[in-house]
């Protein structure tokens, strides 16, 4: 089910125009959807209704095709991302050492849940399978900073570093 998005989208003409470019360069390409959302995301970082509408349009299919094909692919994002990515890690060693709480911790504090965006776009929240820290468990990163044996009590001091 489609859900509105916290914060607009803010698509540019030059992101319009370097979509549409590149879209009309290989439409008669076998297999150019993928490649178009990859380009689309490149471009505009994520891939919104309005984007992906684009797309449909520049190669002539059905809507319901493109947004199947980037909601099946884990390398696509339908919702923007936020200036500072946070990512709980929710792999069997941190989860085990309560990194549920501090997924619940911090949708609480950002007011947003797994996977969305703050409305000032300052942040974004979501969940990976493991990152590899599992001595720290459990395990978040901001951004490329890293952040174990956290306790929820500690989140507030962590994310008033990033609001500035």
């Given at each position: 089910m489609y859900k509105e998005p916290a914060i607009p989208?803010?698509?540019?003409?030059?992101?319009?125009?370097e979509l549409t470019a590149f879209i009309a360069a290989h439409k008669d390409e076998e297999g150019v959807l993928l490649p178009s959302l990859q380009k689309a995301q490149e471009i505009y970082g994520y891939l919104p209704i309005e984007v992906q509408t684009m797309i449909a349009k520049g190669l002539d299919k059905p809507l319901s095709e493109v947004y199947g094909v980037a909601t099946f692919y884990s390398q696509f994002s339908l919702n923007p991302k936020g200036?500072?990515?946070?990512?709980?890690?929710?792999?069997?060693?941190?989860?085990?050492?309560?990194?549920?709480?501090?997924?619940?911790g911090?949708?609480?504090?950002?007011g947003i849940k797994c996977g969305e965006c703050t409305p000032d776009g300052k942040f974004s929240l979501d969940s990976a399978r493991c990152i590899g820290a599992c001595g720290l468990a459990p395990v978040m990163l901001v951004d490329d900073d890293v952040y174990g044996r956290l306790t929820v009590d500690e989140l507030d001091g962590i994310l008033a570093k990033y609001r500035g």
């Open positions: 989208f803010r698509g540019t003409k030059e992101q319009e125009q200036e500072h990515r946070i990512s709980v890690c929710l792999g069997t060693a941190c989860y085990v050492k309560g990194a549920d709480k501090i997924m619940e911090l949708e609480a504090r950002l």
